[in-house]
């Protein structure tokens, strides 16, 4: 072969190789199918790896938002404080050795029997009694934030909480870090599929429609407004209604928000979520607070387009393969 066509032929393979690499981005219509790859791990020799059969047997290196941590495969004693991740190894028929009791979602309250060891609260680890289990893993998220660096010298420490500036993206690659820690990878592959089926029928319909909405969180009495890039921004960012306001401000707790605002804005659709409902002794009184005079001047009242979502999958949870496939759930029901 000549030089010249040599080059010719190279110049074609790099072609179609640059093509493939840039076939995989993530779609308008919240398609997860190549939203997020499977996570960055590294087998013990300190290789990157893509594929699990490159990486070593035993050992796999994760990394996270707290930083790497390397653990064995199929770990026998996990404890487990976000319910998330708590719902998606159930979800998987991995069984844990210790999870926090108080508070769990009435859908996990199989974790309440005392085969399982109750470590503390959401945001109060308890420390001796995590020791005493030994585990072998430990899986958090925000709300034990804080203690990343003690639970990580107990055990190896992975955080597995949900990115929300990029949900499905964030979701989509904690689900593949748990399918590879346990060898559940085929089965995160057909939950991810039928959850993308839904997203994207649930999209169509929101987008279709050309209907706005506004998500409230009602706690104690009080209301904050959630907009795009929040917590709850996957109804605007990833199912496909429109904002009611653009300038909500993004924060863990909302923005605090009046009932002359709401009735300011005039959505078409209204998402509440009662925090009240999932704190023992906390005020369940979502409905009575949201449908008084001013509220139902708005055509969500008027529509009957108020949705009240179940908190436990939205403010206790989320980020799990149960949790976001119910959130996908009641939000195409509300849309109906």
């Known amino acids: 072969m000549s030089k010249k066509l040599s080059l010719i032929v190279l110049s074609i393979v790099m072609i179609i190789v640059l093509a493939a690499c840039g076939s995989g981005s993530k779609t308008e219509s919240g398609d997860i199918s190549a939203a997020a790859p499977a996570p960055a791990v590294q087998d013990t020799t300190g290789n990157t790896a893509e594929e699990p059969a490159a990486v070593d047997e035993t050992n796999i290196t994760i990394t996270h ?6 653990v064995k495969k199929n770990p026998e ?4 404080f976000d319910f998330g991740a708590l719902d998606t190894l159930d979800k998987l028929g991995v069984e844990v050795a210790g999870v926090p009791q108080a508070n769990i979602p009435p859908y996990l309250s199989k974790y309440e029997d005392a085969k399982y060891a109750n470590v ?3 945001k109060e680890p308890d420390f001796e009694k995590i020791n005493a289990i030994e585990p072998d893993l430990i899986l958090i998220s925000g709300r034990q934030g804080d203690a990343y660096e003690e639970l990580n010298k107990i055990a ?3 955080y597995i909480g949900v990115d929300n500036s990029r949900y499905m993206e964030s979701f989509t690659e904690n689900m593949y870090t748990l ?3 346990f ?10 599929a039928s959850l993308e089926q839904s997203i994207n029928e649930l999209h169509e319909t929101a987008s279709a429609s050309g209907e706005n909405a ?7 009495g009080a209301i904050s407004a959630y907009g795009a890039g929040s917590r709850f921004g996957i109804i605007h960012e990833v199912f496909g209604f429109t904002p009611v306001d653009d300038n909500i401000e993004v924060s863990t707790h909302g923005m605090s928000v009046s009932f002359e605002y709401i009735t300011e804005k005039d959505p078409d659709y209204l998402f509440v979520i009662d925090r009240g409902a999932t704190v023992e002794g906390g005020d369940t009184t979502a409905k009575q607070l949201l449908e008084n005079d001013l509220v139902k001047n708005t055509k969500a009242y008027q529509n009957d387009n108020i949705v009240y979502l179940d908190p436990n999958y939205w403010y206790l949870s989320g ?3 149960i949790s976001v496939s119910e959130m996908v759930k009641e939000i195409a029901e509300g849309a109906k």
């Open 65 to 70: 938002e707290k930083g790497e941590t390397t």
């Open 77 to 80: 004693k996990v404890v487990v």
């Open 120 to 122: 503390g609260s959401l």
């Open 156 to 158: 190896p420490t992975i």
């Open 179 to 181: 399918g590879l820690i």
């Open 183 to 192: 060898g559940k990878e085929e089965a995160v592959e057909q939950e991810l």
């Open 214 to 220: 506004l998500v409230i969180l009602a706690n104690e």
């Open 319 to 321: 980020g799990g393969l």
